[in-house]
């Protein structure tokens, strides 16, 4: 029964999309055009030999680097290709060329919300870009460079919902988030009576809500943004921001040299103008401008 009702919901989402596509304000599927994409030259003879994880990467020749695979503008696998595309794909692949590696040659990996910690502990992993919130509880478990982006937890509803506007509208509702995020924490403990469905991912929980599943998804706006364009007919952002979810790039915990050397990358990109240019091919195609960068938090080592 399970399953039947997972099918269908993947093809309703399928169908959907499909009748979407092409519409004005709608997500390429397969992601941006790479000529559209910034060419990120990679630092001639630079060393790191303080950082565990970048020697093991260099003598691989490649990162392994965490990512999602269904957000998009954000972190989007092509089924056909396996390529990965959106904003924090480029943010990976400017970092490594910073660090001396051809960001070509990346192995991406998808990694789910609440299985991020766990990655980068047991070295499945070199680092992570994927809507990863900085907070001091991850901080006790992995390292952060960055902020590179700032988003704000937002409320995802179907085209005629009236009811919910944000999110003291919750009780009583069906609300969907991803387990182990920071938005699905939120709601348990601001908002506890909204009734909580977590999933793996936020595309299963959009999945839900099209279905009359649940009532609301809730998770980053950056993220939403994304699934509502896919079906701009069927689903809408509500209310404003209720969250500042600072977007960080995470290491293996204790290994400060590889967390200040994606610092400085991070700093030296936004500086010539590449994350601008990131953001506009990437990002920035859902209507929303180049924001300034947040501040990086360059906090002491461990
Ligand atoms: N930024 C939030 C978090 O890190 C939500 C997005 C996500 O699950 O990746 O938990």
């Known amino acids: 029964m399970l399953r039947t009702t997972r099918l269908f919901s993947a093809l309703v989402l399928t169908a959907l999309v499909t009748a979407a596509c092409g519409k004005e304000g709608s997500p390429p599927t397969k992601g941006p055009a790479a000529g559209e994409l910034p060419v990120y030259e990679v630092a001639k003879d630079f060393r790191l030999p303080q950082s565990g994880t970048w020697r093991k990467a260099e003598s691989r020749g490649r990162f392994v680097v965490g990512a999602k695979e269904d957000q998009p503008y954000l972190g989007e696998k092509d089924p056909a290709s396996g390529r990965y595309s959106g904003f924090d794909i480029e943010i990976a692949k400017m970092v490594s060329a910073s660090l001396g590696l051809d960001p070509g040659r990346i192995t991406f990996r998808t990694i789910a919300s609440a299985n991020r910690e766990t990655a980068l502990q047991n070295g499945q992993i070199d680092f992570y870009v994927g809507t990863y919130t900085i907070n001091d509880n991850r901080k006790k478990l992995v390292g952060f460079g960055g902020p590179y982006y700032m988003a704000g937890q937002g409320l995802l509803v179907r085209h005629d919902e009236d009811d919910i506007k944000g999110p003291s509208d919750l009780a009583g509702k069906k609300v969907c988030s991803a387990a182990g995020s920071t938005p699905y924490q939120r709601i348990r403990k601001d908002y506890p009576k909204a009734t909580l469905v977590a999933y793996d991912t936020y595309s299963v929980c959009v999945d839900n809500l099209l279905t009359y599943q649940v009532d609301a998804v809730t998770t980053d706006d950056a993220i939403l943004i994304g699934y509502a364009a896919k079906v701009p007919d069927e689903l809408k952002l509500v209310g404003k921001p209720f969250s500042e979810e600072p977007y960080g790039i995470g290491v293996p ?50």
Do not use: M, Q
């Open 253 to 302: 915990r204790g290994d400060d040299a590889l967390r200040f050397a994606v610092d400085d990358a991070l700093a030296a990109r936004e500086r010539d103008g590449d994350w601008k240019k990131a953001y506009e091919a990437t990002l920035g195609l859902s209507g929303v401008p180049a924001p300034e960068p947040p501040a990086i938090d360059r906090y002491p080592a461990s």
